[in-house]
């Protein structure tokens, strides 16, 4: 029977409206009825009276029957800051393979010898790992490549400012002995300064190994937020990678005091000089890193690539400014490139320490700090580098 068109509808019941999409059913007292209740923005529905939380790294479908993964995030090589920082790497590595050829081609050189040759090889070596790393920190977090992370990154640095260490070490040795007796100081020769420079990487070794012994190395999933899920090793949160960096940072801290304790050293031993342009900035470049790498927790990736960055800028800075001054005199000054400008001297002043200035100006003392070719120690005037 219809009705008629002016017949007043009924009102509709309430007992049996269908829930939409994201409600779960809640039944009432009243026989036969319910109510709809929402599910919030992260819960899906497994039963038609139930709202129930999807697990982190997952978000609820479209249809809120079933939980989805959220893609994994990591730095991959195909991201623009990836790209950045391996192109900063891979420029470094070319150049630091070019300097280390020049200085294969010239190792018997004046400039090279006087250089301290053995510690300049160790140098540029460091140079060349810390620019690799960023291979290791940019690949897909695993098992190998976290443990690579942990252990290469204060290995790297351990090399470069063990090396540099020695050398003001040596330096500041040098001339406070001259001050106080003829005699030339112990442990200065090419063997010795190895031999010293190996027991400060080796103690960065023992740290890597004890550290990854006590915290195996491994990839796993990190939350920042709700919706985040990112594939990480799992010291790169936190401040973990802090302790790989400790002794480095140590290491930067003393020779930064011997490069300010050398800084008035006479101009033919004037590599004192370049060491503290060396220091000085990378003093400025580990601020700023540190400063970025305990802000940016929340974004792993950033972490890492702003890492890679300050790997990259750090040696950098080291290959600039101890090999660049050593590398234009042996491709565009070659004429000074010769023992008597290496042992140049200065002209005396009369001062009432007269044989303090004497020694001074000679920038001379009798020790065995170069090597020939047969691998020999012998004696030279010119104890200290011309850079």
């Known amino acids: 029977m219809r009705y008629k068109l002016d017949e007043p509808k009924h009102p509709e019941s309430i007992c049996g409206k269908p829930c939409g999409r994201g409600e779960a059913y809640h039944v009432t007292d009243i026989p036969c009825c319910w109510i709809c209740n929402p599910c919030h923005d992260y819960q899906y529905l497994p039963t038609r009276v139930e709202c129930v939380d999807c697990e982190y790294g997952t978000l609820p479908s479209f249809d809120r029957l079933s939980c989805i993964p ?55 070596i460091g140079i060349f790992l810390c620019y ?10 695993s098992t190998i490549s976290c443990g690579a992370q942990k252990f290469g990154m204060g290995l790297c640095f351990s090399i470069i400012y063990s090396a540099i260490l020695t050398k003001t070490n040596r330096i500041s040795r040098i001339f406070r002995a001259g001050k106080r007796t ?10 010795s300064q190895l031999i010293i420079c190996g027991g400060f990487v080796a103690f960065q070794n023992a740290i890597g190994i004890v550290w990854l012994l006590l915290r195996p190395p491994k990839a796993v999933a ?26 480095p940072i140590f290491l930067v801290i003393v020779c930064t005091f011997y490069a300010f304790l050398t800084r008035n050293i ?36 950033i972490r890492i690539a702003t890492m890679c960055f300050s790997i990259s800028l750090s040696s950098t800075v080291t290959l600039i400014c101890m090999f660049t001054p050593k590398m234009y005199i042996i491709l565009l000054h070659p004429d000074k490139n010769v023992r008597q400008t290496i042992m140049v001297a200065k002209p005396v002043v009369a001062t009432p320490n007269a044989k303090l200035n004497n020694y001074h100006a000679t920038c001379r003392i009798e020790t065995p700090t170069q090597s020939d070719g047969a691998g020999k120690q012998t004696p030279t005037r010119a104890l200290l580098p011309l850079f």
């Open 70 to 124: 959220i893609p994994q995030a990591y730095l991959r090589y195909t991201d623009p800051i990836a790209i950045a920082a391996l192109t900063l790497s891979t420029l470094g590595i070319i150049a630091s393979c070019f300097v280390m050829l020049i200085f294969v081609k010239y190792n018997d050189t004046p400039i090279v010898k006087a250089s301290g040759r053995e510690l300049s090889f160790v140098l540029l």
């Open 182 to 191: 003829s005699k030339r100081p112990k442990f200065i020769s090419p063997r």
């Open 132 to 141: 690799s790393m960023t291979f290791v920190l940019v690949s897909k977090p």
């Open 222 to 247: 990190y939350y920042a937020n709700r919706d985040d899920h990112q594939l990480v090793c799992e010291d790169a949160v936190h401040a973990w990678y802090m302790v790989g960096f400790t002794y």
């Open 266 to 301: 006479p101009e033919a031993f004037n590599e004192s000089k370049y060491i503290g342009f060396t220091m000085y900035t990378t003093c400025i470049i580990w601020l700023a890193f540190v400063a970025i790498y305990f802000s940016t927790e929340q974004n792993i990736q």
